[in-house]
T-cell receptor, first 111, second 114 residues
């Protein structure tokens, strides 16, 4: 039982490049979400999904896209990376009562 | 809308001393409350949760928290801290609705000194 997995663990991009952060869970949770963590700001919700085929925006969605074709996978796409997107990104999946299980994170630097 | 306030950004404490990390929330509906811990360069790990029932909740590593509905608080306590408790602690709230959105506080850094 791997829980929530994320790849890659580290990534460096140049401004304007695009990339996809991968997230997968094996707990059969319907709810999944993406957060970014910045110093002094806690975790901010980027996008979330309540099931396959259903996604919605969180607090800071601009510059990011998501899709949910299966229950297990919830990739996050950066369309055109900007230095403001330098952050640590966490994926999480949630039990029905809201307890969230987090992946190990992806540390992204945009130059 | 729900919100979470962690007033203390950093709490320094000596080893074996007691500690309390404060968390206040605002919500117009019933809530579920959580404390997560993040050790340096790691992801978030659930420390404890309040879903219903007893207002005193016990978690891992000797931590406990008390849900106080009238004061809309969910403070985290430990009677005697260790160096290994040095970490960032996040309080979070959800109404458990259809979206299960979790709202986080900005975190409190617990710095345990020898």
């Amino acid at each position: 039982n791997a829980g929530v997995t994320q790849t890659p663990k580290f990534q460096v991009l140049k401004t304007g490049q695009s990339m996809t952060l991968q997230c997968a869970q094996d707990m059969n949770h319907e709810y999944m979400s993406w957060y970014r963590q910045d110093p002094g700001m806690g975790l901010r919700l980027i996008h979330y999904s309540v099931g396959a085929g259903i996604t919605d925006q969180g607090e800071v969605p601009n510059g990011y896209n998501v899709s949910r074709s299966t229950t297990e996978d919830f990739p996050l796409r950066l369309l055109s990376a900007a230095p403001s997107q330098t952050s640590v990104y966490f994926c999480a999946s949630s039990s029905p009562w809201g307890e969230q299980f987090f992946g190990p994170g992806t540390r992204l630097t945009v130059l | 809308a729900q919100s979470v306030t962690q007033l203390d950004s950093q709490v320094p404490v000596f080893e074996e001393a007691p500690v309390e990390l404060r968390c206040n929330y605002s919500s117009s509906v019933s809530v579920y409350l959580f404390w997560y811990v993040q050790y340096p360069n790691q992801g978030l790990q659930l420390l404890l949760k309040y879903l219903s029932g007893s207002t005193l909740v016990k978690g891992i590593n000797g931590f406990e928290a008390e849900f106080n509905k009238s004061q809309t608080s969910f403070h985290l306590r430990k009677p005697s801290v260790h160096i290994s408790d040095t970490a960032e602690y996040f309080c979070a709230v959800t109404d458990g609705g259809a979206t299960n959105k979790l709202i986080f506080g900005t975190g409190t850094l617990l710095a345990v000194q020898p």
